[in-house]
């Protein structure tokens, strides 16, 4: 990273499509690698991570990191819930749902889901918008800007108790957004 | 607009506001009416399993989609979510009652499904009322 900027110095981009993200990565002027690979634990990307002198990488993605990847790098990952009472991708749901709160871990990632080592949790208001799948990321990268901004690189492990919630299911998700768009929030 | 045809995918399902919530209102009455109908619906026992199994059932039946016996799974799953609160028991069961209700004509115990349905009713009518969302 860049001093007192959020910038990173790389962006490794697997299978990623190139058209639409190398203008932005140019006009940051961060170096890019492109990679085409099977998953996130390719012998390509694990090639190319052994080589950079970067030490820590901001992971978004889907897939389990295996442990082979995890111990020659650190990688940090916004997780939208607190852990470890909210775990899985979609359990920002289940937290509107039980007390009206969204809130986001920034983990280093290890290779059990969700349950790495935790830089920082933080609560956010609840957004009053229909499409939420889509709001969710804005609200990563302004929890990924606080860590990034304020240094909040050092871990405490997490207890491995905890919830896993599965996908939630679309009754539920619509009753989530239904209150998260009538409420008022004071 | 959501078909609960029992092989949907979860993931980014769209958001389609209060007609989606009163389709499956209405999709679930239509079951209970249909066994209603063309059953005689008797009363069943149900063996309440220990949590710690149930909860394995579930992750297995989420990650999986395998469960040795679905009926009893749903029903357990819909007790502990009356017991706990914990969400995720009232949305596995919600997914297995989508697979068990695709294909009603051929249901051969209606009097399992008709309580499954039944307390799944009264449980999302409670969650309506205390998330203070109307239909």
Known sequence: MRDNKCIPSIAILINGRKSSEEKLLNQMDVDTIYLSADNINDEKILNVLMKRPEEIFIYTGGGIVKKRLLSIKKFIHIHPGIVPEYRGSTCFYYSILNNFTIGMSAIYLSDQLDKGDILAKKNYPVPKVTDMDSYIPKIRAKMLKEVLTNKLFLGTSQDTKGNLYYIIHPVLKHIAILKATSYDQK | ?135
């Open chain 2, 1 to 135: 607009m959501y078909k609960y045809n029992g092989l949907m995918s979860y993931s980014y399902s769209p958001y389609e506001g209060i007609p989606f919530l009163e389709e499956y209102n209405n999709q679930r009455k239509s079951v209970l009416k249909m066994l209603e109908k063309n059953h005689k619906i008797e009363d069943i026992k149900i063996k309440i399993k220990d949590q710690n199994t149930i909860d394995d059932e579930l992750k297995k039946f989420e990650v999986k989609r395998k469960s040795e016996n679905l009926y009893e799974l749903s029903l357990n799953c819909l007790y502990f979510y009356q017991k706990t609160g914990n969400l995720k028991y009232l949305n596995c069961s919600l997914k297995i009652n989508d697979f068990l209700t695709a294909n009603i004509e051929k249901e051969k115990q209606p009097s399992w499904l008709h309580r499954i349905i039944t307390t799944e009713q009264l449980l999302f009518n409670k969650l309506l009322e205390s998330q203070e969302v109307k239909l």
